[in-house]
């Protein structure tokens, strides 16, 4: 993701790269009173049940203002955890039967069966999130299959003027995440499923991600999804303007975001704004020393737009900046150091004449990670029993001398340790203890994790280990954790109540070792495991470390 590169980034221009998105149609797909019938997911439940604010909404809304006299009639069937199969299965059922999905008192046979004049598909995110396909060119074309038969079924059933087929939204906000990397081969399936059907394509994935791009350019923690799948406001409104302009219809999709602009971007009297991409620098994870590139983005008022700006990266002790100044309205930085606090502190500080502008960037210490195929032991018919799952290599990985060593899984070999660190892009955002494993790999059922970091402490001294899971979907997986040679825990920390759970826990003098294991069977697979003192201890001294210390 890269900021804008205009030197001022004016509000006035911040948008002109929307009319670009492209479109496989120059001219209007919509025709007045048109029946537009949408199938999907969740994501399309939610724009259906949303009213004004939903994404089918706003595309309502577009067609109104742009084209009053059109009377098209919107009608939106999603289903909560249907992938591309699941919607097979939908319209053979309803083809006999009534089916209430999502959308209160909207009947799938009855929609259907009442034909459309341009039907709507948007399916994928659970083929990715359950996940339905593995990431391998053999299942992304077995899904392309399963979705050109569904097109036909589609078709031959509502016998539409045009179909039109929705790009898969984002999930997670990191583009080249392992899950959007797949996602990216099965938008291109779409691609070449569109030119064989005559089909139109929506880029409803591009608009969500430029539209996250520009948001970003004048706020670090600007998003477009509301849990890393589902579209929070600002996401409604890309889809909506993603879908808008494949149809089209640019002049709805144009009159929406001037209406919405307050939603992404800010007024000129909240001006400047100072945001910033943190991203890390690839390298081993016996590496130390962490190296990251910080790109900032300066936006002044109109009326300071010509004051040069020079911009100040501060560093914590032991850390490096090159350069330490710099001057414009973007840049990068170049720092580096030991991620060996909790959070470790840079501070951006913008001063252009007499406006100055600060931001802070919370850098959370590492994790070391390895993610290989495990056997699933422990699972029986979606219970999890932890006796089951316990594993020689569970024993060997207890010592610190097997952690500097690549770890050989029961079901897939020999896996590599990777150094991990939460991000805004992800679930957990960048809570220092979350772990997210779709910023690692591409996960599919039964994989099976493994994860440890060092913690110093001046003293022997009680903590809590405070257990949380912020997925929205992820109670079949399961954990174990263990501080020094304790188990702390074993179990599914997403069926605990409220997703949580407080352990006792003690920590040496010296180091101490934190390790879990984690087995995924199906949905996200995002955990968090975060030390508290007991009252009157800060754990101020704590340090942290993802290589084995001496």
């Given at each position: 993701?890269?900021?804008?590169?205009?030197?001022?980034?004016?509000?006035?221009?911040?948008?002109?790269?929307?009319?670009?998105?492209?479109?496989?149609?120059a001219?209007?797909?919509v025709?007045?009173?048109?029946?537009?019938?949408?199938?999907?997911?969740?994501?399309?439940?939610?724009?259906?049940?949303?009213?004004?604010?939903?994404?089918?909404?706003?595309?309502?809304e577009?067609?109104?203002?742009s084209?009053?006299?059109?009377?098209?009639?919107l009608?939106?069937?999603?289903?909560?955890?249907?992938?591309?199969?699941?919607?097979?299965?939908?319209?053979?059922k309803?083809?006999d039967?009534?089916?209430?999905?999502?959308?209160?008192?909207?009947?799938?046979?009855?929609?259907l069966?009442?034909?459309?004049?341009i039907?709507?598909?948007?399916?994928g995110?659970?083929?990715?999130t359950?996940?339905?396909?593995?990431?391998?060119?053999?299942?992304f074309?077995?899904?392309?299959?399963?979705?050109?038969?569904?097109i036909?079924?589609?078709?031959?059933?509502?016998?539409?003027?045009?179909?039109?087929?929705?790009?898969?939204?984002p999930?997670?906000?990191?583009?080249?995440?392992?899950?959007?990397?797949?996602?990216?081969?099965?938008?291109?399936r779409?691609?070449?499923?569109?030119?064989?059907?005559h089909?139109?394509?929506?880029?409803?994935h591009?608009?969500?991600?430029?539209l996250?791009?520009?948001?970003?350019?004048?706020?670090?923690?600007?998003h477009?999804?509301?849990?890393?799948?589902?579209?929070?406001?600002?996401?409604?409104?890309?889809?909506?303007?993603?879908?808008?302009?494949?149809?089209?219809?640019?002049?709805?999709?144009?009159r929406?975001?001037?209406?919405?602009?307050?939603?992404?971007?800010?007024?000129?009297?909240?001006?400047?704004?100072?945001?910033?991409?943190?991203?890390?620098?690839e390298?081993?994870?016996?590496?130390?020393?962490?190296?990251?590139?910080i790109?900032?983005?300066?936006?002044?008022?109109?009326?300071?737009?010509?004051?040069?700006?020079?911009?100040?990266?501060?560093?914590?002790?032991?850390?490096?900046?090159?350069?330490?100044r710099?001057?414009?309205?973007?840049?990068?930085?170049?720092?580096?150091?030991?991620?060996?606090?909790?959070?470790?502190?840079?501070?951006?500080?913008?001063?252009?004449?007499d406006?100055?502008?600060?931001?802070?960037?919370?850098?959370?210490?590492?994790?070391?990670?390895?993610?290989?195929?495990?056997?699933?032991?422990?699972?029986?018919?979606?219970?999890?029993?932890?006796?089951?799952?316990?594993?020689?290599?569970?024993?060997?990985?207890?010592?610190?001398?097997?952690?500097?060593k690549?770890?050989?899984?029961?079901?897939?070999?020999?896996?590599?340790?990777q150094?991990?660190?939460?991000?805004?892009?992800?679930?957990?955002?960048?809570?220092?203890?979350?772990?997210?494993?779709?910023?690692?790999?591409?996960y599919?059922?039964?994989?099976?994790?493994?994860?440890?970091?060092?913690?110093y402490?001046?003293?022997?001294?009680?903590?809590?280990?405070?257990?949380?899971?912020?997925?929205?979907?992820?109670?079949?997986?399961?954990?174990?954790?263990?501080?020094?040679?304790?188990?702390?825990?074993?179990?599914?920390?997403g069926?605990?109540?409220?997703?949580?759970?407080?352990?006792?826990?003690?920590?040496?003098h010296?180091?101490?070792?934190?390790?879990?294991?984690?087995?995924?069977?199906?949905?996200?697979?995002?955990f968090?495991?975060?030390?508290?003192?007991?009252?009157?201890?800060?754990?101020a001294?704590?340090?942290?470390?993802?290589?084995?210390?001496?």
């Amino acid at each position: 993701m890269n900021f804008c590169n205009s030197p001022t980034f004016l509000l006035a221009t911040l948008f002109a790269a929307w009319s670009v998105l492209d479109s496989a149609h120059a001219e209007t797909i919509v025709h007045e009173n048109d029946r537009i019938v949408f199938c999907g997911d969740s994501i399309t439940g939610q724009g259906g049940r949303g009213g004004s604010t939903g994404w089918v909404g706003l595309i309502k809304e577009g067609l109104a203002i742009s084209r009053p006299t059109g009377g098209q009639t919107l009608i939106a069937l999603g289903g909560s955890g249907a992938t591309v199969g699941a919607w097979q299965i939908f319209e053979k059922k309803s083809r006999d039967n009534p089916a209430i999905l999502d959308v209160p008192g909207v009947d799938v046979k009855a929609t259907l069966d009442g034909g459309a004049d341009i039907i709507v598909i948007m399916l994928g995110m659970n083929d990715l999130t359950s996940p339905g396909v593995k990431d391998a060119p053999a299942d992304f074309d077995a899904w392309a299959v399963r979705y050109h038969d569904l097109i036909e079924a589609l078709k031959a059933r509502v016998h539409p003027r045009v179909v039109a087929l929705a790009t898969i939204t984002p999930y997670t906000e990191d583009n080249h995440s392992p899950k959007n990397r797949v996602e990216g081969e099965l938008n291109n399936r779409l691609m070449e499923l569109a030119k064989k059907e005559h089909a139109v394509i929506l880029p409803t994935h591009e608009a969500m991600m430029e539209l996250l791009e520009a948001g970003r350019g004048f706020r670090p923690d600007f998003h477009v999804t509301a849990d890393f799948v589902h579209p929070n406001n600002v996401g409604h409104l890309a889809i909506a303007v993603g879908m808008l302009r494949g149809m089209g219809e640019s002049v709805a999709a144009e009159r929406l975001l001037d209406k919405y602009s307050k939603i992404f971007r800010p007024a000129t009297a909240d001006l400047p704004a100072l945001s910033y991409e943190l991203s890390v620098q690839e390298a081993s994870p016996d590496e130390s020393c962490r190296r990251f590139t910080i790109h900032y983005q300066w936006t002044p008022p109109v009326s300071s737009a010509a004051t040069p700006v020079t911009v100040i990266a501060s560093v914590p002790e032991g850390w490096k900046a090159a350069p330490s100044r710099l001057t414009g309205s973007t840049g990068d930085f170049q720092v580096s150091g030991p991620l060996d606090r909790l959070v470790n502190n840079v501070t951006l500080i913008a001063t252009a004449g007499d406006l100055k502008q600060q931001a802070e960037i919370h850098i959370p210490a590492g994790w070391r990670v390895a993610v290989g195929k495990g056997l699933g032991l422990g699972w029986t018919k979606g219970d999890y029993d932890p006796n089951k799952d316990h594993l020689p290599l569970d024993q060997e990985l207890s010592q610190d001398e097997a952690l500097v060593k690549p770890v050989i899984f029961p079901a897939s070999g020999t896996r590599p340790w990777q150094h991990y660190i939460a991000s805004l892009n992800f679930t957990g955002h960048e809570k220092p203890g979350s772990v997210d494993m779709a910023a690692i790999t591409f996960y599919t059922y039964n994989d099976l994790a493994y994860g440890v970091r060092w913690i110093y402490s001046d003293k022997e001294r009680p903590v809590d280990v405070i257990l949380g899971s912020q997925a929205m979907a992820g109670k079949m997986f399961a954990e174990s954790i263990r501080l020094n040679d304790d188990v702390l825990y074993e179990g599914r920390i997403g069926a605990e109540p409220g997703h949580k759970k407080t352990v006792d826990g003690k920590l040496h003098h010296g180091w101490n070792r934190l390790l879990f294991k984690s087995t995924f069977i199906q949905w996200q697979w995002q955990f968090s495991i975060d030390l508290a003192g007991k009252p009157g201890d800060d754990l101020a001294d704590i340090r942290y470390a993802t290589v084995n210390p001496p």
